[in-house]
């Protein structure tokens, strides 16, 4: 069965987000999908306020709505949703994944695809990555090692029962066969980021991503097939 045809999203959602500029919601361009814009000066996004984050972050609005709800909720159980990564431009997704192309213990692979397909293990290629939308958001540590310990375990467990209630769902989670690995930290508000993600498939083309190190592997590796659309599609 086609990926799109499991995804149902209702019209008046459709419409709200595409033709509602009231509502606040950015316009679906193919700007947006790869991020090629100033999220800080896009109405649309909001700063976190310092008390859900220490670092600088922004989401969208509508996004972020959500996430103090679900914060709200998380905490009077003992759980602190504390945001480490939020939107990403274009820019800021090549400055992560320079630094890891170019670090000393990729050298060895000489091959662009090996060494592609290496860092997306983890990293996604710029104007690839759903950090570009507003959507995705990565709680409190982003490693395998944290959701091992007893404060990882709780969080998690909290966030398979609750986060869906608050319009949030795990797109990297385990049983994938292609994909990223399993990001426990990383949650996306799915009424939006549905949308995106079949616009992405419309609108985006390999022409498209570009202009980083190592972008002529993403072709060759099908990365749109192989990362972009291998998520997880259900909230439950």
């Known amino acids: 069965m086609n990926l799109f045809a499991r995804i149902f999203i209702p019209v008046s959602l459709i419409f709200a987000t595409f033709f509602e500029n009231a509502s606040g919601q950015p316009k679906v361009t193919k700007a947006f999908l790869t991020g090629h814009f100033d999220y800080s000066k896009d109405t649309a996004f909001v700063k976190v306020d310092g008390k859900y984050s220490e670092r600088v972050i922004y989401l969208q609005k509508t996004v ?3 996430y103090i709800k679900m914060h709200a909720a998380a905490l009077k159980d003992g759980i602190n949703l504390n945001i480490i990564s939020g939107t990403r431009s274009f820019t800021d997704q090549c400055c992560k994944w320079g630094s890891e192309w170019n670090s000393p213990k990729f050298l060895n692979l000489t091959n662009v695809n090996e060494r592609a397909e290496t860092l997306l293990r983890w990293w996604s290629m710029p104007g690839t990555s759903r950090h570009h939308w507003g959507t995705d958001i990565d709680f409190s540590n982003m490693t395998v090692a944290y959701f091992k310990t007893s404060a990882g375990k709780k969080m998690y467990a909290w966030l398979i029962t609750n986060a869906c209630k608050y319009g ?3 797109p990297f989670n385990a049983g994938r066969a292609t994909g990223y690995q399993e990001e426990k930290w990383h949650w996306s508000y799915m ?5 995106y993600l079949r616009e992405y498939v419309r609108q985006v083309a390999y022409a498209d991503i570009n202009g ?3 972008c002529s592997a993403a072709k060759q590796i099908d990365v749109i097939k192989n990362r972009v659309l291998a998520v997880n599609t259900q909230c439950k």
């Open 212 to 214: 980083f190190t190592g």
């Open 191 to 195: 009424p939006l980021s549905k949308i």
């Open 64 to 66: 972020y709505k959500a």
């Open 168 to 170: 949030f769902y795990q």
